[in-house]
Nanobody
Framework: VQLQASGGGLVQAGGSLKLSCAASGRTLSIYHMGWFRQAPGKEREFLVAIRRSGGITDYADSVKGRFTISRDNAKNTVYLQMNSMKPDDTAVYYC?????????????????WGKGTQVTVSS
């Protein structure tokens, strides 16, 4: 499967962005789909995932209550709605897919990665 993340950009603190991760080649619903981000000088951080079943994992504390993951099977796309954004949300955001039956949502477990999309939040 090929993944294409989009929707990044520049937003002011308190604003919103919606990221999309479109898949081609296979249907997304057979994968566990996760969103990660990597800020400059920091390790890649797991944010949230949507399971093959449609269930959603816990959100990272850093985004809990502000970000929402969703999936549109008809469009073969996973989304990340980001609200009440903060300068600390500035990072490159990645979507990833794990084809395993069960996933631990670790970076090393993800089989496919989209190219990141840059998100910059100004203060």
């Amino acid at each position: 499967v090929q993944l294409q993340a989009s929707g990044g950009g520049l937003v002011q603190a308190g604003g919103s962005l919606k990221l999309s991760c479109a898949a081609s080649g296979r249907t997304l619903s057979i994968y566990h789909m996760g969103w990660f981000r990597q800020a400059p000088g920091k390790e890649r951080e797991f944010l949230v995932a949507i399971r093959r079943s449609g269930g959603i994992t816990d959100y990272a504390d850093s985004v809990k209550g502000r970000f929402t993951i969703s999936r549109d099977n008809a469009k073969n796309t996973v989304y990340l709605q980001m609200n009440s954004m903060k300068p600390d949300d500035t990072a490159v955001y990645y979507c990833a897919a794990d084809s395993a039956l069960y996933s631990d949502y670790q970076e090393a477990s993800m089989d496919y990665w989209g190219k990141g999309t840059q998100v910059t939040v100004s203060s």
